[in-house]
């Protein structure tokens, strides 16, 4: 195991230096927030956050992608044949990712990346994305990460880790990809056994400062139809205005639409992000919808994070607990309070 | 590396107008690439999406058999863009095809028992594969009595006439077609709805499999008519429609509960769907 220690101001050279390698994206402090973007021109990293408003996911999983392209022109001999949009499978390098946001690539990587159908395009540009994750040393009030199977320092999903100690960081390799990307760094000295001490010290002290506990320990033995006719959906979403802003902040929502868009005699085939919020979502070509009414569509985002994705795939919840659903809903929706319910019944 | 959402492109070959009220229409469809159909290997009861460069996607179930070779066949109800389009474009047009998808009738277990089909309107079609999938001479002697209840509103509004009316020929399948209501005189076959169709022509659910295909109402209303005549819920066998995008259990929008319709389904049994929510 590699690992390196680097003054603030070597960190953000070493970086710069990783941009012949990598497409380079760091958290930048946009207003209030901070969010990730492309490392170029004058944009200056900051690494003072507790978490990013947005999760990375579209930096894997992009809003918006061009799936495929065609032409219309029927005097054309390919016309109304797609092909390949162009995409860039080129290195790319998250740098600052918090643990759960890293361990979302890996409940998320089982729904693109299954047995019977790879989804190309995720699956491409996982394999060209290295994780270097970034230890929470003081968790949001709102977080439950450890509550869901990761933690403020936790290492799942991530390639390497960085630990903010005060007036440097220290990296460690966690898998062979992050073991290469250390390598690659010019700058940086060996640490030695007080810094990985400290860096000890200061997950164990995030960890024990974690202020929510969920639980979801039941949730794999509860009968899915008990829980899907059980009383409190009603309430639950009474409040929801269908905004949608959970599943757009969401690191593990990961539903798509596919839509063709036309310009002139060109047309490309996009996939964007969808919502489980949206009556259109599950709309029927005959009008019929089976998740017509609002409580629905909330039961069934809580169904799917908590009940359905556990069923399917036996591995955990499919939430993280980032916690940002709870910090940004306008109606105080908890998801918190709603794992307890359904924990619980 | 593949890409799973690349529709194969092929060519209307020919568009038939199946009802009088001309809203269904059957598109045969031909591979540009010869080895595609072979790519294209399917099973009764999978569907496909129908791609049209520039305005989406549809998932619609294959009503062509994998005995007939040489192209593949989907009835289509013009009901929104894509449908809608797809109506006005003409033979020789190019389009695409991506599949098959889903799984299929569960034809390992129907072998050596009689078969039951019960379809109604226009969700005819990967019952009409099956159909022909059966009658196929390699295939007849794997199944018993084969016995078909499917109705329409009327009349014009069947799916696949000259087939049906040669299928009535047919010693070895008895039709039972039937009409809501008509008031042509010289409709020789049945009226009345499929659930009471049923329930006067079947008489058995001995060594019987099921396989049941068509609106919600119908279906809601033939299945006590099953339970009567002793189907268990393991032998009735559904196939459900939902709103779908990807088509292989990805893009997340067509689920009951842990089960994609895409994926998983479209084909359930009546004892899988009793364990599943009831949200479809």
């Not at chain 1, 630990?163 to 960081?169: P, Q």
């Amino acid at each position: 195991m590699i690992t390196k220690v680097f003054s603030k101001e070597n960190w953000i050279t070493v970086l710069e230096g990783l941009k012949e390698d990598f497409k380079v994206f760091v958290p930048v402090k946009e207003g209030d927030f901070h969010n990730f973007r492309l490392l170029e021109n004058d944009r200056k990293p900051s690494f003072d956050f507790q978490n990013t408003r947005l999760s990375p996911k579209s930096i894997v999983f992009p809003q918006s992608e061009r799936m495929f392209e065609y032409a219309l022109d029927s005097s054309q001999e390919d016309a109304h044949i797609l092909k390949e949009a162009p995409k860039d499978f080129s290195p790319q390098l998250i740098a600052g990712i918090r643990p759960c946001d890293a361990f979302a690539f890996q409940l998320v990587g089982v729904n693109f990346d299954n047995p019977q159908y790879q989804d190309s395009l995720w699956v491409q540009r996982m394999a060209s994305t290295t994780l270097l994750g970034f230890g929470c040393n003081a968790p949001c009030t709102s977080c439950f990460c450890t509550s869901v199977g990761s933690g403020p320092f936790s290492e799942k999903g991530l390639d390497a880790l960085m630990v903010d100690l005060g007036d440097r960081f220290l990296l460690k390799g966690v898998t062979a990809k992050g073991e290469a990307l250390l390598e690659k760094m010019g700058l940086g000295e060996d640490a030695d056994d007080g810094t990985v001490k400290r860096a000890l010290d200061l997950a164990e002290g995030a960890e024990k400062g974690m202020s929510s506990n969920v639980s979801t320990d039941q949730l794999k033995e509860k009968d899915v139809n008990a829980l899907f006719n059980a009383p409190f959906w009603e309430k639950v979403s009474f409040s929801c205005i269908n905004c949608g802003t959970c599943t757009y902040l969401c690191p593990t929502c990961w539903c798509f639409d596919i839509q063709d868009e036309v310009f002139g005699k060109q047309g490309d085939r996009i996939r964007n992000w969808d919502a489980c919020m949206f009556p259109l979502f599950t709309l029927h070509g005959s009008g019929h919808n089976p998740r017509d009414e609002k409580f629905q569509r909330v039961r069934q985002r809580f169904m799917h994070k908590l009940k359905y994705y556990v069923d399917k795939y036996d591995n955990g919840v499919a939430c993280v607990g980032c916690g940002r659903c709870v910090q940004f809903c306008p109606v105080n929706i908890d998801i918190r309070e709603v794992a307890e319910l359904m924990n619980g019944y | 590396m593949k890409n799973p959402y690349l529709p194969y492109p092929v060519r209307i070959d020919k568009i038939i107008t199946e009802t009088e009220d001309k809203n269904l229409r059957t598109f045969k469809l031909v591979f540009l690439n010869p080895r595609d159909e072979e790519r294209f290997s399917y099973i009764p009861g999978q569907f496909a999406e129908l791609s049209v460069a520039g305005k989406g996607e549809i998932p619609i179930g294959i009503a062509s058999s994998p005995t007939e070779k040489g192209f593949v066949t989907f009835t289509v109800n013009k009901v929104g863009l894509v449908t809608t389009h797809l109506h006005n474009m003409k033979e020789g047009d190019i389009m695409g095809l991506r599949g098959p998808l889903g799984n299929w009738y569960p034809w390992d277990d129907m072998q050596g028992k009689n078969v039951v089909i019960i379809g109604g309107g226009f969700a005819f079609t990967t019952l009409r594969s099956s159909i022909v999938y059966m009658l196929h001479p390699d295939n007849r002697p794997k199944f018993k009595d084969i016995q078909v209840v499917y109705g329409a509103r009327g009349p014009g509004m069947l799916l696949y006439k000259e087939e049906l009316t040669e299928w009535e020929k047919r010693d070895d399948i008895q039709m039972h077609i039937t009409v809501d209501a008509t008031d042509d005189p010289d409709w020789k076959y049945n009226v009345g709805f499929v659930p009471t169709i049923t329930e006067q022509k079947i008489t058995s659910a001995d060594d019987a499999m099921a396989l049941v295909c068509g609106p919600p109402i119908m279906i809601r209303f033939t299945q006590p008519v099953l339970e009567k005549l002793g189907f268990p819920p393991e032998r009735i066998i559904l196939s459900l429609e939902m709103r779908m995008k990807c088509g292989i259990g990805i893009c997340g929008r067509c689920n009951i509960g842990d089960q994609y319709v895409c994926k998983d389904g479209p084909v359930f049994s009546l004892a899988q769907l009793k364990q599943m929510p009831p949200e479809y």
